[in-house]
């Protein structure tokens, strides 16, 4: 991974995401083991809140008191789910049997790692807090 400081980021590339939590303690085991399968590094850490960096952009979880939910719900308007690069259909299908253990469950069993469509290979999990991530393998791999 490059310095974040060497070259300045380009311009329309995400900075950061934040995003609101129930349970600090909770995202940080199964949102903290996610990201850091990805290549993701632990970067801020405070009493109600941690991030996560890869390169310039950074994901913060944070347990505000301005919270007026205890849950997230992806089909309301807002945030339907986050997708990431996850490497070769093999690490996909890893991460996917691993989540589990951290908290995670597989969504689309029936249709999975195909949900998304013949064309993409992806596998979609839920978290108990309700958020969605989809883990998309490189084509052709």
């Known amino acids: 991974m490059s310095d974040p400081e060497e070259a300045p980021p380009e311009t329309g590339t995400l900075h950061h995401v934040e995003i609101w939590v129930p349970d600090v303690r909770r995202a940080v085991e199964q949102w903290g083991w996610l990201l850091e399968r990805l290549g993701y590094a632990p970067f801020q850490d405070w009493p109600a809140g941690r991030s996560w960096r890869l390169g310039t952009t950074y994901l913060v979880f944070e347990q505000s008191p301005a919270l ?18 996850a490497g070769s259909r093999e ?8 989540a589990v253990k951290h908290g995670w469950r597989l ?12 064309g993409n290979y992806a596998v979609y999990l839920e978290n108990a807090d309700g958020f969605e991530v989809e883990l998309v393998a490189q084509p052709g791999s």
């Open 68 to 85: 007026t939910a205890s849950c997230h719900e992806r089909c309301r308007p807002g945030l339907n789910h986050l997708a990431f690069h």
């Open 107 to 118: 969504m689309f069993p029936e249709r999975s790692p195909y949900a998304g469509g013949r």
């Open 91 to 98: 690490a996909v299908d890893v991460l996917a049997r691993e």
